[in-house]
């Protein structure tokens, strides 16, 4: 498969994809923001970190970029997209995604691990997962707060586009396992066609047993299949 | 114009340091030459109170590849493979301005080791706050958490480890000490010595502010209640150009365009210049209309001695100019040559078409005054302490109040707030011994610890000196890795109190002894004065920052125990030592009396030994005895896996807490399996290394026979408590 990975000023986990990518044999291209042409991709990854310094607000000027125009022809093209932490904030800042991503609940930066629960494997992105899983992933964000208004959570809520939730170790979905305030305990969310994920937790952060453990593994390798 | 003494002393300088000036010149100098002089010549550029005596610390082994003296020290750890690091202070901006005072801090550290062609692979802590009553303990501990993490989670470090400590003698002077820690190819490592003459001079990254303007002077002074009025002199930081330098410079150092490269650190362009210039021999021509200014009208003072953020000089080979700013355009940072190297061995300004200073380097840099400092030997106190005059406190009231006080207390409420796992080659976080971070896309990985005992060092420098470098190495073993170097960074009060330039002295000197003995080289550094206010200054706090290595990934250990019905031995002797330990400062506010000796023979001999058990894969899990003595270490173990311990009553003291709480040193932790005790035995036997059973793993339960019986859950809540809740009080 063939996978792009886009690169801002300020974009600090594209090496980190990137590794996870090449790890599964992914042909993996490290694509420039003011490029104005996207490689012909499988996956388009746009990835964590603080583009343009999250100034002005978390992937605000991100959204306005060059290649950011390619990324939308391909988005309503049906490409597969995924954006993590501030690519989740990019993805909704310029319309690919609803909803807002407020500042964490307690207003701190908070970098830790994490269990979410799948809610739905019926998709591209979490098949390789058993529906109800519990699986641990790694966040680090000051922006992950996730909120929308009533008729568009009604519309994620029916259409199975909440794919992922926070909770506790042990699978349960409480106040007290949601870490930044997230609307539901939302940790990521998918666009009507489900070709397009955004979502806070880093899943390339879980893909090696040495460092972490490889939780995050089946998400990409649900890609592949 | 002449220099009036007014001028002279608000620049920070003495007047017999005025008169040697003028005799380098030749004449009297102007405003901006006075300016450049204070500059170098203060006490955090020069090190002229403490040069003579840092000469004394080993810098040299076969694995040190640079010492002390450029912009940080460089180690080999075999391969190909270089680990670049440094420690540096920034306490007096983040006591004004804690966020930014910090957050500059990480920034410049981190332009200390990738200037030298490494990438950052982690950033490490040590910071110091006053007591938690003082009013302005929590703002201060808010602003300089956000800070650090604000600067090195944008950036894209992951901020691995440290330590946190509170204590009244920081009140009015907080310590803020960040490291970082480079990885670099052997043969691809950038130095600042500018070489030829005639070679374009670069600037690049951030435009120049006036911020800053003398930060290295307010470094070199002593506070007092005004000290505040001082905020335009903290620097602004800006992770985001940072992080576009850093992605610049090492592409730039891909190629092979650089003679040499400097960051503009504290006193910016002035000693980023003069450093090269100093180190190649050569002189330097600036012409200061071409300098990126950030605001309108700055005078050439205002260039030179702005401490703006996020800058770099660079001295390129003149052909390869244009492929230079190829790169910079790419990532959007100002590039441009503002002036080039001459054979006059002389700094030379120039402004509006005219010359405006003209100097020569060796005044500035090697002829930088040196004081051989007058220095009073420390008096230790005698050792009269007998447990028995004290009230009787029950051991397990004794451990929760010490595992739920400040300095001991879990500090996830602080690390949660760093991105701790970024670039996803950390192996350990912090909460450990030390942290682990593989060397990337290799087999190996380095372990890295940062410590200090102010407490010990104010009771006798000498030994505390000692203890410290010896607390470090002790560390590093405990997670399976070979400890390799140190860097350090010495923060005292006052040198020119003979009192407190004794400190140092014997502080120095205690750690060149251990350094000397353990074959620990200090590899770079930097030294703090002035750490005072109202003249009254703080606990002598050398601050160690170790790097170790591990050859294989599977010897790595941690401090969380594994298995029920496995057993815990204590590696080293347990005398009973409690005066300055945790247990008398917590519960009997007894704050007297010496620290706990080193003996260096037994020091070296238990960790090797405990080493070598763990390379021969014997060792489940290990943690160093330190502050709070076995019984706390042995609850942290609890807490870190949450399985029950039964302890063993100790058999040769009639008072339990002198057993479970004393600080004696060079003491290990070491959870093993019930049938390699044997062999493990005839090990630590050969090696002359004393050692005994103190608990086995069990359950949920930690428990001392009759005396104590604890559930590991309450453990758990009575570590993770304080942060929090001293946090929830505004």
């Keep these: 498969m063939k996978s792009s990975v886009v690169v801002f000023p300020g974009s600090n986990c594209d090496r980190d994809i990137a590794v996870t990518l090449e790890k599964l044999q992914f042909k993996n291209t490290m694509v420039w923001h003011k490029e104005t042409k996207l490689p012909k991709s499988d996956l388009i990854v746009i990835p964590g970190g603080f583009s343009y310094g999250d100034y002005l607000r978390s992937g605000a000027i991100a959204a306005k970029s060059n290649i950011l125009n390619e990324v939308i022809k391909a988005g309503n093209d049906g490409s597969l997209i995924i954006g993590i932490c501030n690519g989740f904030q990019i993805l909704i800042e310029c319309g690919l995604l609803q909803g807002a991503l407020l500042r964490n609940f307690g207003l701190k930066f908070i970098s830790k691990d994490i269990f979410i629960k799948i809610q739905s494997n019926k998709n591209k992105f979490f098949n390789k997962y058993k529906k109800d899983e519990v699986v641990k992933l790694n966040i680090a964000h000051n922006e992950g707060n996730f909120f929308t208004d009533k008729k568009h959570l009604k519309e994620l809520e029916d259409n199975n586009l909440i794919p992922i939730k926070y909770c506790d170790e042990k699978g349960n979905i409480t106040n007290a396992s949601n870490p930044n305030g997230s609307l539901n305990n939302i940790a990521g969310i998918f666009n009507k066609n489900k070709n397009i994920l955004g979502m806070m937790p880093h899943p390339e952060r879980m893909s090696d047993k040495i460092c972490s453990d490889d939780s995050g593994l089946p998400l990409f390798l649900s890609l592949m299949n | ?730």
């Design chain 2, 1 to 730: 114009m002449k220099i009036t003494k007014e001028q002279i002393q608000s620049h920070g300088l003495k007047l017999d340091e005025y008169k040697k000036i003028k005799n380098f010149l030749g004449r009297e100098a102007n405003l901006l030459e006075l300016g450049i002089f204070s500059a170098m010549w203060n006490e955090h550029c020069s090190y002229k109170s403490s040069k003579i005596h840092l000469k004394k610390l080993p810098t040299k082994n076969k694995i040190v590849i640079q010492g002390p003296g450029e912009n940080a020290g460089v180690i080999d750890i075999g391969d190909d493979d270089a680990i670049i690091f440094k420690i540096e202070s920034h306490n007096h901006p983040s006591f004004i301005e804690p966020y930014q005072g910090a957050a500059t801090g990480v920034g410049g550290i981190l332009r200390d080791v990738f200037t030298m062609g490494a990438r950052p692979i982690a950033l490490m802590n040590s910071i110091h706050f006053g007591s938690p009553d003082n009013k302005k303990t929590q703002n201060l501990l808010n602003g300089v958490v956000s800070g650090i993490g604000g600067y090195g989670n944008s950036v894209g470090i992951p901020t691995v480890g440290g330590e946190t400590k509170f204590n009244s003698t920081y009140n009015e002077n907080i310590l803020v000490n960040a490291m970082a820690i480079g990885h670099a190819k052997k043969n691809k490592i950038f130095y600042s010595k500018a070489k030829g003459i005639n070679k374009p001079v670069v600037y690049v990254g951030s435009k120049t502010g006036r911020d800053g303007i003398h930060g290295a002077t307010m470094a070199s002074a002593e506070f007092d209640e005004n000290s505040e009025e001082k905020k335009p002199t903290v620097q602004v930081g800006d992770p985001f150009t940072e992080k576009l330098l850093l992605e610049a410079c090492l592409e730039l150092m891909k190629k092979n365009s650089i003679i040499s490269i400097q960051d503009m650190g504290a006193a910016g362009l002035t000693s980023s210049s003069i450093e090269m210039a100093s180190k190649g021999k050569l002189g330097i021509e600036l012409d200061l209309d071409k300098v990126p200014c950030r605001e309108k009208n700055m005078t050439p003072y205002e260039m030179m001695l702005s401490e703006s953020q996020e800058r770099m000089l660079i001295i390129l080979d003149d052909k390869k100019e244009n492929e230079a700013k190829k790169i910079f355009d790419k990532w959007d940072l100002d590039f441009v040559v503002i002036g080039k190297t001459t054979d006059t061995n002389k700094l030379v300004l120039n402004f509006n078409n005219k010359k405006v200073a003209d100097i020569p380097i060796t005044a500035l840099a090697d002829e930088a005054p040196q004081y051989d400092r007058k220095w009073k030997k420390f008096k230790v106190k005698k050792n009269d302490f007998k447990i028995k005059e004290l009230k009787k406190i029950k051991t397990d009231k004794a451990l929760f109040k010490i595992l739920s006080s400040p300095d001991h207390s879990n500090k996830s409420w602080i690390t949660d707030q760093f991105d701790q796992v970024v670039m996803c080659d950390t192996i350990q976080k912090s909460g450990g011994d030390a942290a682990v971070v593989r060397v990337h896309k290799k087999e190996k990985a380095i372990s890295i610890s940062v410590d200090s005992s102010a407490n010990y060092c104010v009771a006798d420098p000498r030994t505390g000196g000692k203890q410290i470098i010896c607390e470090n190495w002790r560390n590093l073993i405990s997670v399976g890795s070979k400890p390799l170097a140190v860097t350090n960074c010495l923060n005292f009060g006052n040198p020119e109190k003979p009192e407190v330039m004794g400190e140092f002295v014997e502080c120095i000197e205690g750690m060149k002894e251990a350094c000397e003995f353990l074959d620990y080289p200090v590899v770079s550094g930097n030294v703090s004065f002035y750490n005072e206010t109202n003249s009254k200054s703080i606990f002598p706090t050398p601050v160690i920052g170790g790097v170790g290595i591990f050859d294989n990934l599977n010897r790595i250990i941690d401090m969380k125990t594994k298995k029920t019905g496995n057993i815990i031995i204590v590696v080293g002797k347990t005398f009973g030592h409690l005066t300055r330990s945790s247990f008398l400062k917590e519960i009997y506010s007894i704050n007297d009396g010496p620290p706990p000796e080193i003996n260096l023979t037994n020091e070296k001999n238990n960790g090797l030994s405990v080493l070598n058990l763990i390379k021969n894969n014997l060792v489940l899990s290990c943690h160093d005895v330190s502050s709070g003595g076995i019984l706390v270490a042995l609850a942290e173990m609890s807490i870190a896996s949450m399985l029950g311990l039964k302890i063993t009553k100790p058999k040769k003291f009639s008072d339990f807490n002198e057993y479970f709480f004393a600080e004696d040193q060079g003491r290990y932790l070491l959870e093993i399996e019930k049938n390699n005790l044997e062999k493990i035995e005839k090990m630590l036997k050969k090696d002359n290394t004393f050692y005994e059973v103190v608990a086995e793993v069990q359950n949920d339960i930690f428990e001392i026979d009759k005396t104590l019986s604890i559930k590991t859950e309450e453990l758990y809540k009575c570590n993770n408590q304080w942060f929090n809740k001293f946090n929830a009080v505004n």
